[in-house]
């Protein structure tokens, strides 16, 4: 698992035994680095060591496309209860947030990613969180590899979710959970009534609205920047 390098609003992404050079000096990682220590650069600058966490993937990974965000993964984990021991289903991988999440929650995750590079460097963000063993990252179109399973949870960040959630009946294990990700509310509706013509039972479509709070000299009110919109998520449960 990669280290977060630590200083003020800096923070670097490095291997044990890594070198980087930044405008503090050299800085290079010990192999035996661990949390709370403090690696300093050839010009004495201090960095902190910490262990990487779910937000850490969001914020370092090397990105091939928009992410799932934590709100959004949070509401997942929240409803799926995804946890270790768990099976999951997941496409298409894309960045690997929610995969990495998941896989650091303890679940087996099978993920799908369709185009090849993409699943390269999801492959290299899996080896970065330490879930390598836990994420087998598979190149291919999820809908021709529906053999897997049956799984505890399936989850879906593609545009055809509702071609597998035909199919959610026969890949789910008994009470096991669907979550899908729609950007667009067209999407989360064929996927709902997808789920519903295949007799999954709970099924609900949600949207996570996030405000953070601003507080200054003047007073505390919610800001008025920020991400508004991101998805629809539909949930569901086989009987
Ligand atoms: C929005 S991204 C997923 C982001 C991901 N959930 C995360 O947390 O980083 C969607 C990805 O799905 C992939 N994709 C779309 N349709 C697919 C399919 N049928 N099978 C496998 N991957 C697919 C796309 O190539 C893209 O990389």
Not at 124 to 148: C, F, I, K, S, Y
Not at 161 to 189: K, W
């Amino acid at each position: 698992m990669a280290l977060l390098l630590v200083r003020d609003d800096r923070e670097y992404l490095l291997e044990r035994g890594e070198r980087l050079e930044t405008d503090l000096g050299i800085l290079e990682v010990p192999e035996d680095a661990a949390a709370g220590e403090v690696v300093t650069t050839h010009l004495d600058e201090g960095f902190t060591v910490r262990e990487l966490r779910g937000p850490d993937c969001f914020n370092h990974f090397e990105r091939t496309g928009a992410p799932m965000m934590p709100r959004d993964v949070g509401l997942i984990m929240g409803h799926t209860g995804v946890s270790e021991s768990d099976t999951v289903l997941d496409a298409g991988t894309g960045t690997g947030v929610l995969a990495a999440y998941m896989g650091r929650a303890g679940a087996d995750v099978i993920t799908y990613e369709q185009d090849a590079e993409f699943a390269d460097v999801a492959r290299e963000n899996m080896e970065l969180a330490g879930v390598d063993e836990q994420v087998d990252v598979r190149t291919g179109d999820v809908t021709e590899n529906l053999d897997v399973g049956p799984v505890d949870v399936l989850t879906l960040d593609t545009e055809d979710a509702a071609t597998v959630v035909e199919h959610a009946a026969d890949l789910l294990t008994p009470g096991g959970c669907l979550a899908v990700y729609s950007p667009f509310v067209e999407q989360a509706r064929e996927v709902a009534r997808t789920a519903r013509g295949v007799g999954l039972e709970g099924v609900e479509t949600l949207e996570t609205i996030q405000r953070e709070m601003d507080f200054d000299d003047r007073g505390s009110r919610p800001s008025t920047a920020g991400v508004g919109h991101t998805g629809f998520l539909t949930f569901a449960r086989r009987e």
